[in-house]
Structure formats: structure tokens, C-alpha cells
């Protein structure tokens, strides 16, 4: 029996440790202020992707496994084939309009195409 663990797992299993998703905040009312970046909320699965030796590993907030998402992770790793990362982000199926489709993520027959969005 092999017991050695392969170095994805054990960043992974590192990384859990010290990165972790951050909460989102209610805030009672809106502010302003030009240190905080706005974004839209999107509908989809908040995940960390760990990004080492080649490959990126999806993980839930809970650091379970995205399995269902293998390929968006393979398609992460390609793009960024050198990278050593963390990247806190949500997992998102949007339509023709641009709209996401939560119920997308949940269909077995849904194809799984991916596609970046810049990260700055």
C-alpha cells in the first residue's frame, strides 16, 4: 500500500489551515468609501482554489472537495500552469444575458464550459 501523499494534498491540507474564505457581512445600510471595492453578488458556490505543482483544487468554504467541478479545475490549472495560489471566488453558471443560473449548477445534463474573469 502507498502511503505517501501527493504534494497537491498536503497544500491543500496546509493551505485549509491558513486560508479560509471570509465571511460575508450584513451591514444595516449602504456606504461609500474609496477603500472598499463593490462587487455584484453572483449565485453560485463560494469557493477557495488552491493552485500548485500544476494543478487547482476546488474547495468549498467547509474545505470539502468540488468534485463535480474537476474540469473547471483543470481548466484553472492551465491558465495558470506556474502559479503557487489561493483564490477566494464563487463558481457561477450564467446565460445568454449574462444573468447566473443557479439551477444550472445543480443539473447533471448541464454542460460544464468554463470561463475566467480577470482577476486583478
Request: aromatic share 10%.
Amino acid at each position: 500500500m502507498n502511503t505517501e501523499v501527493h504534494p497537491i494534498w498536503y497544500s491543500v491540507y496546509i493551505s485549509m489551515q491558513i486560508f479560509q474564505s471570509m465571511p460575508l457581512l450584513k451591514r444595516a445600510a449602504p456606504f461609500d468609501d474609496p477603500d472598499w471595492i463593490y462587487e455584484l453578488k453572483m449565485d453560485g458556490f463560494r469557493a477557495l482554489a488552491v493552485i500548485e505543482h500544476g494543478r487547482a483544487q476546488l474547495l468549498s468554504r467547509n474545505g470539502h472537495p468540488f468534485a463535480a467541478f474537476a474540469d473547471l479545475g483543470k481548466q484553472i490549472a492551465a491558465a495558470l500552469p506556474n502559479a503557487k495560489a489561493v483564490i477566494d471566488g464563487e463558481i457561477c453558471s450564467l446565460d445568454r444575458r449574462g444573468k447566473p443560473q443557479f439551477k444550472n449548477l445543480m443539473s447533471p445534463w448541464e454542460p460544464r464550459r468554463a470561463f475566467s474573469h480577470s482577476i486583478c
